[in-house]
């Protein structure tokens, strides 16, 4: 298994509060990426990075910002969670440019009451 | 606009009969394709992965299709076993959007009766 840890795997929230997810790698690899999974929708992209300190938005970005101070940390921000924003939270990581598999943490069930 | 879609929910075999998931694509300029296997409580598992200069790739008991004419790609498997039960994503990607980040269909859930 690739060495990808989230943190929490189980978050309760109210709504309205700030919450980060962490996502913690072990394999030096370059590309991290932040997906959500909803039923009926698959997984869809929030942000991802290319490098220290290089984000991008995805096609789900808004109410979640991102930081990446160091290779091996990506951190989910959800500035102030909504209820809509209650789903599971997967990271993934890609080594280099010419690589095309992603590989997947366990996930982090999110849920804003 | 959902650009990968996966039009069966769910899929129900018998063991040792071929699985067949189904998956089609609107954006021609994808350029690799890939299956996920799912497990509850766990994250997406890699499975097999298809380069759009080929037709067909072939790991074991899973093969993929693609049909680049029609967009459209399968997975096979064969033969099904209990184990295989799972989610399966079929997701896509292109060299120049987000860094090839995958873009998923909403995955169709394979249940294989012993």
């Known amino acids: 298994d690739a060495g990808i840890t989230q943190s929490p795997r189980h978050k309760v929230t109210e709504t309205g509060t700030p919450v980060t997810l962490r996502c913690h790698q072990t394999?030096?690899?370059?590309?991290m990426y932040w997906y959500r999974q909803d039923p009926g929708h698959g997984l869809r992209l929030i942000h991802y990075?290319?490098?220290?300190?290089?984000?991008d938005k995805g096609e789900v970005s808004d109410g979640y910002s991102v930081s990446r101070s160091k290779t091996e940390d990506f951190l989910l921000t959800l500035e102030s969670a909504t209820s809509s924003q209650t789903s599971v939270y997967f990271c993934?990581?890609?080594?280099?440019?010419?690589?095309?598999?992603?590989?997947f943490g366990q996930g982090t069930r999110l849920t804003v009451v | 606009d959902q650009q990968v879609k996966q039009n069966s929910p769910s899929l129900s075999v018998q063991e040792g009969r071929i699985s067949i998931l189904n998956c089609d694509y609107t954006?021609?300029?994808?350029?690799?394709f890939l299956w996920y296997k799912k497990y509850p409580a766990e994250g997406p598992t890699f499975l097999i992965s298809i380069s759009s200069i080929k037709d067909k790739n072939e790991d074991g008991r899973f093969t993929v299709f693609l049909n680049k004419s029609a967009k459209h790609l399968s997975l096979h498997i064969v033969p099904s076993q209990p184990g295989d039960s799972a989610v399966y994503f079929c997701a896509a990607s292109r060299m120049d959007t987000g860094r090839r980040a995958l873009t998923f269909g909403s995955g169709t859930r394979l249940q294989v009766q012993p």
């Open positions: 993934a990581i890609r080594a280099a440019a010419g690589d095309t598999e992603a590989f």
């Open positions: 954006n021609s300029m994808f350029d690799y």
């Open positions: 394999e030096n690899h370059r590309y």
């Open positions: 990075s290319y490098g220290v300190k290089d984000t």
